[in-house]
């Protein structure tokens, strides 16, 4: 226990250093607070009733922000770790944050956890639900391949309580059987469609829904202002869910939230109900003011989030005036050959405007070209490429950036220069 | 005019954004009047050789790779058979690997290859990635690699470049990839047509020549984007 106190106190002391220091990072403090007392996370864990954790290749940051908006609004008090900060050491840092005397006083936890970072925090979180969003290929150099990181996840699965799957995408659907109990989430036939999982990607027919009938069903998703209006049918209720989240995809971290917070005794409607309060996480379809126009971000990780972002580009009007931004730091995946795995030819024809930023902006534009799109310059610096980018959209307008992790640190930062970086990649 | 691409294996073997080379060779005839015909052939599809002008393939995951080798191993009379036609052959990592005498992985196993070029790879722990820029024939070649395969030439097996920067075949000889008549085999991801345009020309033409006679040429193309990305790329650590 006395290590445990001098673990805490050290990590606090080293994260308010690092602010000081004008640091921010949010890892600090876990980092710190962890080298002392290894068992740190475990120990504080142990004094939580009940823990959730959000794992998978897209949609975990939302997904977490969803569920911890309903159990709120059915009363919960909850504890979760800052966007995108979802090692072990993130997590240790917000323990840290809100320990009193060696105990974490809280009904519930709701971590977003790296899908590599599982395996080893299933087994000290020993989760009550696990939800995995989605499995997809993702930066390739830091991940590896697509099958190690689901064997990372079946591991953490085998530590849960109950699973809510991604009945839809067949890597997620075959995890089932692994937790105690599995509980799916899914999409109609018309939603599946809009929702291509990684084989259908890389060059395979879609064909029946890879796991079984859902408990927690997408009926349709329309868009609707900034979002959109989604019909779920919920252990058969139907209920109707205002997302201010735009795109077919964040209807199915919707549905995943819905699930998780349904098996945590969350009725149904409470559930529905507060998600239409959820803002989006910081650029993952958040929209800001600038210079007097309305500036869209969507933040790009991997092809699979990519072609979300291209399909609701597609079905947009014509005319939208759109950045894209790709970095290559390790934050981003060095390689940026994934470029060619997304499905940027649906971008030809779409009447859209394009002009590409980031430390690969000329291979964004090369790929562009090469889709039928072509971009109408492109400018790696971040500063003068927003700059020239907004200055070519009218006065009340509004402009959608489409960068990757760093590329969207960066913007951000010219955007809301006030605000304090919160969200650091650890 | 046209000339038919094959895509062998794009849905096992193509993690990696190799699908790129297809994209661009296909582009780089079409915005020359020339029709491009992709045919994807998936594992265990009957595929007749001499109806391709370019056979491309791509890397792909361990798993991938193994059903792909059985694949091959069928197919090796024909795919060698055409490989001694002209038939020009672009392989990327996992399939570059395939068209070498086999695989040794680091536990001793061998998984046999077709035998087209030369050279044989062995597993290794850790794995080269990152950016990568060879001096060959056609000018400086750009790209990424990512594998953990140590890949040795034969005495005779002339490589597809030099090594600047990068690993390429394994850290020890600075050579990159494989050339034997009009197949190619390299590690470069990218992927490696788009953004080496000239390169990509040079496989058009010699597929171009074998189908429509020495007579036939490719007009140029403005590549201002496509040089400026390679030299930006170039740059990247």
Wanted: charged share 25%.
């Amino acid at each position: 226990m006395l290590r445990l106190q001098i673990a805490i106190a050290a990590g606090r002391l080293a994260g308010r250093a690092s602010q000081l220091l004008g640091r921010g990072g949010s890892a600090v403090p876990g980092l710190v607070a962890e080298r002392i007392d290894p068992r740190l996370i475990d120990r504080l864990v142990a004094s939580i009733p009940r823990v959730v954790v959000v794992t998978g290749t897209n949609g975990k940051t939302t997904t977490t922000k969803l569920l911890v908006g309903m159990l709120e609004s059915a009363g919960r008090r909850v504890v979760t770790n800052p966007t995108g900060s979802n090692l072990a050491r993130g997590v240790a840092t917000r323990l840290i944050e809100v320990a009193r005397r060696g105990r974490v006083d809280t009904d519930i936890a709701v971590f977003e956890v790296d899908e590599a970072a599982v395996r080893a925090l299933g087994p000290r979180l020993r989760p009550a639900v696990t939800v995995v969003t989605n499995l997809a290929r993702d930066q390739l150099d830091r991940y590896g391949e697509l099958d190690t990181t689901a064997a990372h996840v079946r591991s953490a699965l085998e530590h849960a309580a109950i699973a809510v799957l991604n009945a839809d995408d067949p890597m997620v659907a075959g995890l089932a059987g692994t937790a105690g109990a599995d509980r799916f989430f899914g999409g109609s036939d018309p939603v599946r469609a809009q929702m291509p999982d990684d084989r259908t990607l890389y060059g395979d027919a879609g064909g029946p829904r890879p796991g079984p009938e859902p408990s927690v069903l997408v009926r349709a998703a329309e868009p609707a202002g900034e979002g959109q209006r989604a019909a779920l049918t919920v252990d058969g209720e139907d209920l109707e869910v205002r997302l201010l989240l735009p795109g077919v995809y964040n209807a199915y971290n919707a549905a995943a939230a819905v699930a998780a917070a349904t098996a945590l005794g969350v009725e149904a409607a409470v559930a529905a109900g507060a998600a239409a309060g959820v803002v989006p996480a910081w650029g993952r379809g958040q929209t800001v003011e600038y210079r007097g126009r309305r500036v869209r971000l969507l933040l790009v990780k991997n092809p699979a989030g990519f072609n979300q972002a291209i399909r609701l580009l597609a079905g947009e009007e014509p005319g939208a005036q759109v950045m894209i931004s790709i970095n290559d730091h390790t934050a981003d995946g060095r390689d940026v050959s994934w470029l060619w795995d997304a499905r940027v030819e649906d971008l030809a024809g779409t009447g859209h405007r394009f002009v590409t930023s980031g430390t690969r902006a000329l291979d964004m534009a090369v790929r562009l070209k090469y889709a039928g799109a072509a971009a109408e310059w492109a400018e790696p610096d971040p500063r003068t490429a927003l700059d020239r980018f907004v200055d070519g959209v009218a006065a009340g307008g509004t402009a959608t950036l489409v960068p990757t992790y760093t590329a969207m640190l960066d913007l951000l930062h010219l955007l809301q220069p006030d605000t304090h970086r919160r969200e650091a990649w650890t | 005019m046209r000339l038919v691409i094959a895509h062998l294996y794009p849905a096992e073997m193509n993690i990696y954004g190799d699908t790129g080379n297809v994209i661009a060779l296909s582009r780089r005839l079409e915005w020359r009047g020339i029709d491009a015909v992709v045919e994807r052939i998936a594992v265990g599809d009957p595929y007749d050789f001499t109806a391709a002008d370019v056979v491309v393939a791509g890397g792909g995951e361990d798993r991938a790779q193994l059903a792909v080798a059985a694949d091959l191993q069928r197919r090796a009379g024909d795919i060698r058979e055409a490989v001694a036609a002209g038939t020009v052959f672009l392989t990327i990592c996992g399939t570059y690997q395939l068209f070498g005498h086999r695989f040794v992985t680091h536990d001793g196993d061998e998984m046999p290859g077709i035998g087209v070029f030369d050279l044989e790879t062995h597993g290794g722990d850790e794995r080269m990635i990152g950016n990568i820029v060879l001096d060959t024939e056609w000018g400086p070649l750009v790209g990424f690699e990512n594998h953990s395969g140590r890949t040795f030439l034969g005495e005779g097996q002339q490589p597809l470049g030099m090594v600047r920067k990068g690993y390429g075949n394994n850290e020890r000889d600075f050579d990159e990839g494989a050339v034997a008549a009009n197949a190619f085999g390299s590690y470069l991801h990218g992927a490696l047509l788009p953004k080496n345009p000239a390169f990509a020309d040079e496989l058009l033409r010699r597929a171009l020549v074998q189908r429509h006679g020495d007579d036939a040429v490719l007009g140029p193309l403005d590549d201002g984007v496509e040089r400026a990305a390679a030299d930006a790329a170039a740059t990247r650590p």
